[in-house]
């Protein structure tokens, strides 16, 4: 399996955290779905080889050729049908609206076709992308054509200052925090990042927390859980197992013993 991921050029890293290419050859039959858990981003996604199926309420869904998929609190599980050729761009919470130009929750927990969300313009996109020659092609065309829209929108500044404590403080900050940092109130904060972000400013915090608890583990922290959980301000483990139990579908030992597939890359 192949995956790479490349920083967007400014000013499109304003608004997109990264671009990622996967390659794999075609899974055996009788895989297994593999799980992706959420990380508050957006992505969208250009499938030029297989399409991936998505498995909502056990019943696999074929996936569009290119999906806007908004962000969301539920673990992801994706079933590779045949040759795995996937290019994503992944959208940071603040940037979703902007870029995408519309409201962030009208593609929260949504897989929509690009030209339900960016009409014949995602169409064009569509056609660059998944026509390219190679992954050089593929991600150039990518990185160009959403650069354009980048350098055409405006970041929400409220919004974003809210974000970068979330991320300073690993999902610890309250809501009050968050809205002191976007200079508004609670209430005002909730609306912001409904239209934004397309989840509610506690959601997103408990995310990030939860993807901090993910790396820890990952690494292999001395203490375990109970440690991971000290460390990033949950009350105690059995808070850390149940955020775990919500975002990722299992508790943490049993999440790490079945980590593998092509969801992997995601979950680091």
């Not at 313009?121 to 992954?135: L, M, P, Q, T």
């Not at 209430?187 to 972000?197: G, M, S």
Request: glycine share 12%; net charge positive; hydrophobic share 45%.
């Amino acid at each position: 399996m192949f995956y790479r991921e490349v920083a967007p050029p400014p000013p499109l890293d304003a608004f997109v955290k990264c671009l990622w290419i996967l390659e794999a050859p075609a899974a055996p039959g009788g895989a297994a779905p593999d799980t992706i858990v959420p990380d508050g981003c957006a992505e969208v996604v250009f499938h030029f080889g297989d399409r991936f199926r998505r498995v909502e309420a056990g019943v696999p869904v074929s996936q569009f050729r290119t999906a806007v998929v908004g962000p969301s609190a539920r673990p992801l599980q994706v079933l590779a049908t045949g040759r795995v050729g996937v290019l994503g761009v992944r959208l940071r919470p603040e940037g979703i609206a902007a870029l995408l130009g519309v409201p962030a929750d009208e593609v929260a927990g949504r897989s929509l076709p690009i030209d339900a969300v960016l009409g014949a313009e995602g169409r064009r996109i569509e056609e660059r992308v998944c026509g390219a020659r190679d992954s050089g092609e593929r991600l150039a065309a990518a990185a160009a054509a959403f650069g354009r829209r980048a350098r055409e929108a405006t970041l929400p500044e409220r919004v974003g200052a809210a974000v970068a404590l979330v991320r300073r403080t690993l999902g610890r900050a309250t809501v009050d925090d968050m809205a002191e940092a976007a200079g508004v109130t609670g209430r005002h904060l909730e609306r912001l990042f409904r239209e934004e972000v397309g989840l509610p400013p506690k959601t997103l915090s408990r995310l990030v927390r939860f993807r901090a608890a993910l790396a820890l583990l990952r690494r292999g922290h001395p203490l375990g859980t109970v440690g991971v959980a000290a460390d990033l301000g949950y009350s105690d483990q059995a808070h850390l197992h149940r955020d775990f139990r919500e975002f990722a579908g299992a508790p943490p030992g049993a999440f790490l013993r079945r980590a593998g597939g092509v969801g992997e890359p995601f979950n680091s």
